[in-house]
């Protein structure tokens, strides 16, 4: 049962941060050769921009009913002044007043070389401040892949500078005084080597900065690392080298990390704890100068090729962790979690989906936290057109009555049926007497097809939403199952698995339930016409060979005989 975690906004753009919502941790992607990242910024201009309390403005808004689950305002999209193709701006974090954008591709210093780009707000308009440069850029560099600000410093990851090798990788901090942003320091890794990429995700809050450096072989070819640095007035010293306890090659530990106060998360996306490159997430907590892992984290439902960890946050007593390849709502369509911690303990309190998610859009890629409010992006969402992406807010709940489900048909069915149901259908009531918004969808799973996708028509073992109701009270919600369902009653086989579930909010906490049964594939009157012939011979009457380009006449059970050719039937199974 989900989820005390629901989505308040749903806002288009590659990645979309929120004005109120004060995250140091960068909101980025990993992949630069497919984003070409707009930054935008919403707000409402109805509220008093100018509030010292600019962390609770979100709420504010939502409270005051200035902005709806659905409504939030862009304030404006920040542009580089001298903005050029390919330079891939759009690599953001942001905190108060100020937000940060890196461009690693930017040419200034060379092919690649990179910069970033620190903007200020004033009233409602954001205007640009400094763009930064690394001191001793170089081409290849990548400075501004990742970067984070917190108050008067910024540090931008610069994964491909040589200083210790090809691609050993630096990360550099930048001071705020006035106007001016000044190099303050450049961080290296004490012990880095070629092709560390040292830099690759950065995370700043204070007086602490953390360094990833995913390629780094101590536990083997690319099982990574992480650095921490500490602040004595001007100078920054590494105080810890962060390595997982279980830590193995091809984990690519580092590649994602977030630091809050005393604690620190580290995502490792190919970790393969739940099957190959499943993903896993570290949890480290500082005690005087000494760092210890507290935890680690996986999902309730991780699998191979999840790639969770990929994406990281935290905030006081919570983490988000994006899992951009997971296919609950198909193929890559990907999720987001989130933990608590009691104590010592990390628990998972919920998985956030997208209502509308949908295959290869990547949801999950970036994450981040704050307070109540969590933000994940998704950069293949196409609502504005294909890879345009798009960027969802949840919210927790601190009260509230979840909806309830009944009455469910069909409910999971364990004994194989004759044939599919012909409605899909749940009673849904809400406590509080809340509207509702209801989602019916369904799959199929074809162990026939897994292996070959041809064998069936129109076959697809990802996620269909094939009924929404929203805006609803309490009653019950159906899906008739008819002529259009095609591929549905067209072709059905044996040991064909259907699953279908629903999916209730109330604009404040979600209900899901997931149900399946299989067909046996016998005995099933496909024309409807009530009439199942040849049933002494155990056959299924699915179509003429003379009304599809199909070879037809099979001799299932391998015996080297095939009735009833005669009658043009295909021999599907026998009880």
């Keep these: 049962m989900q989820k005390n975690w629901f989505r308040k906004g749903l806002v288009i753009g590659i990645i979309v941060l929120f004005v109120g919502v004060s995250i140091s941790s960068s909101i980025a992607g990993y992949d630069k050769d497919i984003e070409k990242i707009d930054y935008i910024i919403n707000k409402t201009e109805t509220l008093n921009m ?68 620190v903007f200020k707000r004033s009233g409602t308009a954001w205007t640009e401040q400094a763009k930064l440069f690394a001191s001793d850029g170089a081409k290849w560099q990548c400075f501004g892949y990742h970067v984070s600000i917190s108050g008067d410093y910024s540090v931008v990851g610069a994964y491909g500078d040589f200083d210790n090798g090809f691609f050993s990788g630096s990360a550099y901090v930048f001071k705020r005084s006035g106007t001016a942003w000044t190099e303050q320091a450049k961080l290296l890794a004490s012990d880095g080597a070629i092709e560390d990429c040292f830099g690759g995700s950065v995370s700043i809050d204070g007086d602490y900065v953390i360094v990833g450096a995913s390629y780094d072989d101590d536990n083997g070819n690319m099982s990574g690392s992480a ?26 530990f580092g590649g994602s990390v977030s630091i809050d106060g005393d604690y620190v998360i580290v995502g490792a996306s190919y970790d393969d704890d739940n099957g190959n490159m499943s993903g896993s997430a570290y949890v480290f907590k500082r005690s005087g100068t000494a760092w210890t892992e507290q935890a680690k984290l996986l999902p309730s439902d991780g699998a191979a090729g999840d790639w969770f960890g990929g ?40 998985k956030l989906l997208p209502s509308d998610g949908a295959a290869e859009e990547h949801f999950g890629i970036s994450v981040s936290i704050s307070g109540d409010y969590a933000i994940v992006g998704a950069i293949w969402n196409d609502d504005n057109g294909n890879a ?29 049926v004759e044939r599919p149901p012909t409605e899909l259908s749940a009673t849904v009531e809400d406590p509080d007497g809340d509207v509702m918004d209801v989602h019916i969808r369904w799959k199929v799973i074809c162990e026939c097809c897994i292996n070959n996708p041809d064998c069936c028509y129109n076959y697809n073992d990802s996620w269909i939403i094939v009924k929404t109701f929203n805006g609803v009270g309490n009653g019950t919600y159906n899906f008739i199952i008819n002529e259009s369902t095609a591929w549905l009653n067209d072709w059905i086989w044996g040991n064909t698995t259907y699953v279908w579930s629903i999916n209730v909010t109330d604009g404040t906490t979600w209900t899901n339930e997931t149900y399946q049964y299989t067909t046996s594939g016998s005995r099933y009157d496909v024309s409807n016409n009530d009439l199942v012939n040849f049933q002494d011979a155990g056959l299924v009457w699915i179509h003429r060979t003379s009304e599809v380009d199909y070879d037809g006449i099979y001799d299932v059970n391998q015996n080297g005989e095939v009735n009833f050719q005669d009658a043009g039937l295909t021999w599907v199974n026998r009880d």
Excluded at 232 to 242: C, I, P, V
């Design 50 to 117: 100018e509030s010292d309390d600019y962390n609770n403005l979100i709420k504010q808004a939502i409270e005051s009913g200035v902005i709806s689950k659905n409504n939030w305002l862009e304030q404006d999209k920040l542009l580089a002044s001298d903005g050029t193709a390919e330079d891939y701006f759009g690599y953001v974090s942001i905190d108060g007043d100020y937000a940060i954008v890196g461009a690693p591709w930017d040419d200034d210093n060379g092919n690649e070389s990179g910069s970033a780009y």
């Design 227 to 252: 650095y921490v640095f500490k602040r004595s007035g001007t100078a920054w010293t590494e105080q810890a080298k962060l390595l997982p306890s279980d830590g193995a090659a091809g984990d690519w």
């Design 311 to 350: 994406s990281v946050s935290i905030d006081g007593d919570y983490v988000i962790v994006g899992a951009s390849y997971d296919d609950d709502n198909g193929n890559m369509s990907g999720s987001a979690y989130v933990f608590k911690r009691s104590g010592t303990a990390w628990t998972q309190q919920a």
């Design 388 to 416: 345009s992406g798009s960027a969802y807010v949840f919210k927790k709940d601190n009260g509230g009555n979840q909806p309830i489900l009944s009455n469910e048909h069909p409910v999971n069915i364990s004994l194989e």
